[in-house]
């Protein structure tokens, strides 16, 4: 008996199995929030350069001659408000030597404004961002080897202890270096709360019903984000609206006593006397009834398969690359990773690029992700994962690369339609990716690939930060189009030519049984692309 063939026995997704993975996809919904608050908290203040005589108080206003002009109209040169300025230019000086003063009508208090990081500090936008992926990539590698070692819950309760101290205080930062820090530790809680969520919830629920995993977790994370844009709407103040990120997170402090460890994880560690008390809760409550002595029918057929050995040993990152099938799968991986995570992140923290308001665009490119996921739902065992993956970089690539094209005055409907596009497509890719991964890596070593996989993705997020938080505003949005686009292509290629499809497959245990081929195909699988491996 394998552990799939054990899952049959409590139902797929029984009431147990909905409550637990309901209680680990909450906190990804402020795990979305703490990642592109940054969007709003950084948000572009219009702003000049301070004049000698003007002391802290000074309000904005746009009309002396000491400012550097441009774009006047020629006709009546005296009219100063006909003229656009110079946001960091102080008559013919290229900076702004006394300060600036900000357009504080539409945001409060941003972190711009009190920090100054705009001009020649513009830069620290990106870095402030990058951090956050910084300390996610770390996280990634951490939690992705702590979870296999020590198992998930034990990751995802630090992770989100993590979470909840540093952002309570960042809410109080009082300097740009120190809430960056902060960010990079929010970021390092990132993998632990959202890839374990995803992982328990794969190994939680039957080969029928996986897909619920990495769909219903991508609509939390989005809802998250839809949730951030109203607030920040209503909240035009970054340290109020940080707060009312961080305070909510507090309730997860009782997740200690509530969540139970992965039964999968816990058999592959050949604890099964723990394993057995949390299947037999779940089996109550499912109203199902387990088979007496599971785990020997289990050990017996590891036995015959060989693979009893292989679970006992201890994995790391060599293990993925080692042996070829392996390899493959891992450098694919490796690759369609990073390019997700740069342009889903790259158009969120920029939604603005094609132009539009910063809130509505937010808001709607963050709904657009919930019919996306659930389109995912629908198709996703139907079609398989390579074609889903596949469609979902293609039409990125298309849509962006078409911009090249389209001219500057387009109607702003047409680029809010190109924005949500690009944004359902990259979301489904990021929703198949997440299901396609685990599936593709066995269980004694799928935490981490899993977390390598995101720690390699960070790469892209960082990209991401320094392409559409600063050279876009310096350089113009093609600095942003040409490379995403680009990318996307060669990841459309990746998927199509090196990865095999998974759909309906039950997950792999062991390196043997992938490289060997001993994994059994599922009469739902479809059969030209059972032939593909």
């Not at 300390?135 to 979870?147: D, E, K, N, Y």
């Not at 109020?240 to 961080?246: E, F, K, M, R, S």
Request: charged share 15%; hydrophobic share 45%; proline share 4%.
């Amino acid at each position: 008996m394998k552990f799939d063939e054990l899952l049959n026995h409590l139902g797929d997704f029984g009431r147990y199995q909905k409550l637990q993975f309901l209680l680990v996809c909450l906190p990804t919904i402020f795990t979305a929030m703490h990642a592109l608050t940054w969007t709003f908290s950084a948000a572009h203040l219009p702003h000049r350069c301070k004049l000698l005589e003007e002391d802290d108080g000074a309000t904005y206003w746009t009309n002396s001659s000491l400012l550097a002009k441009t774009d006047c109209d020629i006709s009546n040169p005296a009219d100063l408000t006909s003229c656009r300025y110079k946001e960091c230019q102080l008559g013919e000086e290229y900076s702004c030597p006394y300060g600036y003063v900000f357009d504080r009508s539409e945001i409060y208090n941003s972190a711009l404004n009190k920090w100054e990081i705009v001009c020649k500090d513009s830069v620290w936008k990106a870095v402030i961002q990058s951090a956050y992926y910084v300390g996610q990539m770390a996280g990634s590698v951490v939690c992705g080897f702590l979870g296999d070692r020590i198992g998930r819950k034990k990751v995802f309760s630090i992770a989100l202890v993590t979470q909840i101290g540093c952002g309570l205080l960042m809410a109080i930062a009082p300097h740009w270096a120190v809430y960056g820090i902060l960010r990079a530790g929010v970021g390092f809680a990132h993998p632990g709360i959202f890839v374990i969520a995803v992982v328990i919830g794969m190994e939680l629920l039957g080969p029928s019903k996986r897909k619920i995993a990495s769909v219903l977790t991508g609509m939390c994370f989005a809802l998250g984000q839809a949730i951030l844009g109203v607030l920040a709407y209503f909240i035009r103040d970054y340290q109020y609206l940080q707060a009312a990120i961080a305070v909510p997170t507090l309730v997860f402090i009782s997740y200690f006593w509530i969540i139970p460890e992965s039964a999968r994880w816990l058999v592959s560690q050949r604890r099964f006397k723990e394993a057995n008390e949390i299947l037999s809760k779940a089996a109550r409550m499912n109203k199902a009834s387990l088979p007496d002595k599971w785990w020997e029918e289990i050990e017996i057929a590891e036995e015959k398969s060989g693979s009893k050995i292989e679970l006992n040993k201890k994995y790391n990152f060599f293990d993925l690359i080692r042996t070829p099938k392996m390899r493959s799968r891992t450098i694919g991986t490796f690759i369609c990773w990073p390019v997700v995570s740069m342009i889903y992140y790259g158009v969120s923290m920029n939604t603005s690029f094609l132009g539009g308001n910063l809130y509505t665009t937010f808001i709607f490119g963050a709904i657009m992700e919930i019919p996306a996921l659930f389109l995912v739902y629908l198709l996703i065992d139907r079609i398989g994962r390579k074609p889903l993956l596949a469609a979902g970089y293609l039409t990125s690539a298309l849509c962006m690369l078409s911009n090249l094209v389209i001219t500057e005055d387009a109607h702003w409907i047409f680029s809010m339609v190109q924005f949500l596009v690009i944004k359902g497509a990259i979301t489904s890719s990021y929703a198949t990716i997440y299901t396609f991964t685990p599936e593709l890596f066995p269980t004694v070593i799928r935490n981490t690939a899993v977390g390598c996989c995101s720690m390699i993705a960070r790469i892209g997020a960082i990209l991401a930060s320094y392409i559409a938080m600063w050279l876009v505003e310096v350089y113009g949005k093609e600095l942003m189009i040409v490379p995403f686009g680009t990318a996307a292509i060669i990841a459309f290629l990746v998927v199509v030519f090196m990865l095999p499809e998974t759909v309906g497959r039950p997950l792999p245990e062991t390196i043997q049984q992938i490289e060997c081929g001993e994994e059994p195909v599922m009469a739902t699988e479809m059969e030209p692309l059972a032939k593909e491996e």
